[in-house]
Nanobody
Framework: QVQLVESGGGLVQAGGSLRLSCAAD????????MGWFRQAAGKEREFVAT????????YYADSVKGRFTISRDNAENMVYLQMNNLKPEDTAVYYC????????????????????WGKGTLVTVSS
């Protein structure tokens, strides 16, 4: 069992930056692939980024590639999403996710079947 708590969301102007954090409470954190997903109002949840259990590989949605960076600190049970050059279309609730599947599978399944989710943190980007 893994509990996930996101933080770091807020209101930012277009072109600005935010860093989201996800604190994981539970055993075996370093065994889990971790990911960030988002859901805008009236839209389906979408994949943002995932990272392998050891941080050795990362995967990004085309819409955020080059602007967002996912990272993890297994010693601190933390996952981060650094978001730069934010755009109004990045406005959404961002969710942290954890699963024993692979980071690629989390990406390909768009989060379907993922076992653990945080409650989300709202990011609002004004134009």
């Amino acid at each position: 069992q893994v509990q996930l708590v996101e933080s770091g969301g807020g209101l930012v102007q277009a072109g600005g930056s935010l860093r989201l954090s996800c604190a994981a409470d539970g055993r075996g954190f370093s065994s889990y692939a971790m990911g960030w997903f988002r859901q805008a109002a009236g839209k389906e949840r979408e994949f943002v980024a995932t990272v392998t259990w050891n941080g050795g590989a990362t995967y990004y949605a085309d819409s955020v590639k080059g602007r967002f960076t996912i990272s993890r600190d297994n010693a601190e049970n933390m996952v981060y999403l650094q978001m730069n050059n934010l755009k109004p279309e990045d406005t959404a609730v961002y969710y942290c996710a954890a699963d024993l599947t692979t980071a690629q599978n989390m990406r390909d399944m768009k989060g379907r079947g993922v076992n653990y989710w945080g409650k989300g943190t709202l990011v609002t980007v004004s134009s």
